[in-house]
């Protein structure tokens, strides 16, 4: 009884409901692309380091796990890999380059990334091959590179970085291609880290370093052992160093956590003005109907059945909603341009739509404890 009562009514009123339905529709569209917005955001940012192939990521000490601002001279390198339960470290140099075009137009800003070939730090290639000199100015590039500016496996690239206040041309044979490897927002060009020391940016024309220098060291442990236990024996036998797990790293990026809060903040005040906005319309259809449910009662229709009824109508018309905001959002994504950092990630997505079909029912609990609270005699005399 309470199905035909729930879908007889929205059969015979269906443009109000469909209207309703839009405006939930809108609701998902909105709380969706905050998700993917955030996701996206995420994905920019921690990319490189959440793909590491490393266990923990070692920092100098007092830096605020700022990449930046960590420097990590190439004498702490052995001491490193002599700690017991170490089975091998990468050191990564982080910098910002520009690949220019032959008239050395600027074609697209890039995160310059030293790493050592074979060593943690280095991508895995997917097209052409890995890195194998330490001192060859060859490159690995991203994928996000190579669909942005054509270059392929083969071709030669100049790169622009600055030296003291002049600009410094350097040409890289693209010997490789891996996947998205974005970091800090910007997607990755690889090459040796002997090579990256040479051709990054300087303070100075003057300003070579005479000991090669890294951001941070990435290291793999061996199997069997704990990363935290891993991560306080290094502390205590490398002085001058702290050292995190991958997603500690990425969560201590600049704005990271203030970016994934204020998202956050904005998905979680829209889903509450969604609970208010279908609270708001159900309780206004039952004030409207408060005679006929007076008579359901009269003629012995139980609170159960009318609350079942009611609660049919706000998960129907929230379904309906959420189907079609979840079928516009996948429509507005494809005519998005490119460069818009959305990513619908799955579970996030499923998250996002199993939390919009629940407050369906919450948003419509007042109308529901309205319509228990109508007396038959009270209601027939309106």
């Given at each position: ?6 879908t007889k009514?929205?059969i015979?009123n269906?443009?109000?409901?469909f209207?309703f ?13 905050i998700?993917?917005?955030a996701?996206?955001?995420a ?11 490393a ?5 100098q000490?007092?830096?605020d796990?700022s ?5 990590i001279?190439?004498s ?12 091998e470290?990468g ?13 050395e137009?600027?074609l697209?800003?890039?995160s ?10 280095m ?6 091959l ?5 001192r060859?100015y ?5 994928q996000e590179v190579?669909?942005?500016?054509g ?7 100049k ?15 693209v010997v490789?291609?891996?996947?998205g ?6 997607p ?7 090579t990256?020391?040479t051709?990054?940016?300087?303070p ?10 890294a951001?941070v ?5 061996e199997?069997g052992?704990?990363e935290?236990i891993m ?10 160093v702290?050292?995190?797990?991958r997603k500690?790293a990425?969560?201590?990026s ?28 159900f309780?206004?259809?039952?004030l409207q109907?408060?005679?006929?449910i007076g008579?359901l009662?009269?003629i012995?229709?139980?609170?159960q ?5 009611v609660i ?7 379904l ?13 994504a494809?005519?998005l341009?490119?460069?818009i950092?959305?990513l619908?990630?799955g579970?996030?997505a ?10 369906g029912?919450?948003g ?19």
């Amino acid at each position: 009884m309470a199905f035909y009562l729930a879908t007889k009514e929205i059969i015979r009123n269906w443009k109000r409901f469909f209207l309703f339905s839009l405006v939930i529709a809108l609701i998902t569209i909105l709380v969706l692309f905050i998700a993917a917005l955030a996701e996206g955001l995420a994905e920019a940012n921690k990319e490189y380091l959440e793909k590491l192939n490393a266990e923990l990521i070692v920092f100098q000490k007092n830096v605020d796990l700022s990449t930046a601002a960590s420097r990590i001279p190439r004498s702490k390198f052995d001491d490193i890999q002599r700690v017991e339960g170490v089975a091998e470290i990468g050191p990564i140099g982080f910098a910002t380059a520009t690949i220019v075009s032959d008239d050395e137009t600027p074609l697209l800003d890039v995160s310059l990334i030293g790493v050592e070939p074979g060593k943690p730090g280095m991508p895995p290639v997917f097209e052409g091959l890995p890195l194998r000199s330490p001192r060859g100015y060859h490159t690995i590039l991203d994928q996000e590179v190579a669909t942005q500016t054509g270059f392929k496996v083969g071709d030669r690239i100049k790169v622009k970085t600055i030296v003291g206040s002049d600009e410094k041309f350097y040409t890289l044979e693209v010997v490789g291609i891996t996947d998205g490897r974005k970091f800090f927002y910007a997607p990755s060009i690889f090459v040796p880290f002997y090579t990256w020391n040479t051709i990054k940016p300087q303070p100075n024309s003057n300003g070579q370093l005479t000991e090669e220098i890294a951001n941070v060291v990435a290291v793999r442990i061996e199997s069997g052992e704990s990363e935290e236990i891993m991560a306080e024996r290094i502390q205590k036998r490398v002085s001058n160093v702290e050292v995190v797990d991958r997603k500690t790293a990425y969560e201590a990026s600049p704005g990271y956590q203030a970016q994934q809060g204020t998202l956050n903040t904005q998905r979680g005040f829209t889903l509450l003005i969604g609970i208010l906005v279908i609270g708001g319309f159900f309780q206004i259809q039952t004030l409207q109907k408060v005679p006929q449910i007076g008579v359901l009662k009269a003629i012995g229709a139980s609170n159960q059945s009318i609350a079942l009824a009611v609660i049919l109508q706000i998960v129907l018309v929230t379904l309906l909603g959420v189907i079609i905001g979840s079928i516009g959002t996948l429509l507005l994504a494809f005519a998005l341009p490119e460069g818009i950092p959305i990513l619908f990630n799955g579970t996030a997505a499923l998250v996002a739509v199993a939390t919009l079909l629940l407050i369906g029912p919450i948003g419509g609990m007042v109308s529901v404890r309205l319509a228990l609270k109508i007396e038959p005699l009270a209601a027939l005399r309106m």
